[in-house]
């Protein structure tokens, strides 16, 4: 069963590793010189890595609660990818994924969603307030805030759902913060520099959807 296990967890992270990649290179208008193998190797690595955490905490291994997950995750990597590389966030996949995300959301509320009453009106409503809250500060003078960071937040919120939306989002701002500041002071990065805010909040929502259940333990329920 061990070996099964092993099997679903790299056929999948193949099937996501190629997939980012070819996707990508779809929405990288300049063509920016990536090494194919290294970038390859990364996703490939990173994605392997993320969907054992998945499995382990899984309970039981749950395959619906894996696969769907899973998907967030693939979705997740995607965006960050695109943006780290081209520095945009396509309307298309975000449209496509928020409604998607609304869909799982009902299917998977035996895992990271709480509320078992009106789950589309959760995951909806996350989606609501994390655009919303993403907007306030993309409307604010002095923000770094790019209009696709406000669009993925929508996204964002559909996968995390009302209760989590706001752990989320902090969660990439702390990422953000920290990464940033080792790039400033290792001098790769200025003050002034703008930084692909999307992966940091992408990868704050994989931190909450590997958390699942135990999540609970961290922040208190909302109702």
Excluded: W
């Excluded at 969907?51 to 997950?69: G, M, V």
């Excluded at 965006?79 to 995300?101: F, H, V």
């Amino acid at each position: 069963m061990f070996a099964f296990y092993i099997f679903i967890i790299v056929f999948l992270t193949s099937i996501i590793t190629f997939s980012t990649h070819r996707i990508t290179n779809i929405y990288n208008k300049d063509k920016i010189n990536v090494n194919k193998y290294s970038s390859l190797i990364i996703i490939f690595i990173s994605t392997l890595i993320l969907l054992s955490f998945l499995a382990y905490f899984s309970k039981e291994f749950n395959l619906k609660y894996f696969i769907i997950n899973t998907i967030y995750i693939a979705l997740l990597i995607l965006i960050s990818n695109i943006d780290y590389n081209s520095k945009i966030i396509p309307n298309k996949i975000i449209i496509i994924g928020t409604l998607l995300s609304i869909i799982l959301f009902t299917l998977n509320s035996d895992s990271i969603q709480l509320n078992g009453k009106s789950l589309i009106l959760e995951s909806f409503l996350g989606s609501f307030l994390g655009f919303s809250i993403m907007m306030f500060f993309y409307l604010l003078p002095f923000t770094r805030i790019g209009a696709g960071d406000v669009k993925l937040s929508a996204l964002i919120g559909a996968i995390s759902g009302f209760q989590k939306i706001i752990f989320a989002l902090s969660s990439g701002i702390i990422f953000a913060g920290i990464i940033s500041i080792i790039l400033i002071l290792s001098k790769k990065k200025s003050i002034n520099d703008d930084i692909a805010f999307g992966p940091y909040i992408c990868s704050g929502t994989i931190f909450i959807i590997l958390l699942g259940d135990h999540i609970t333990k961290i922040i208190p329920r909302l109702y």
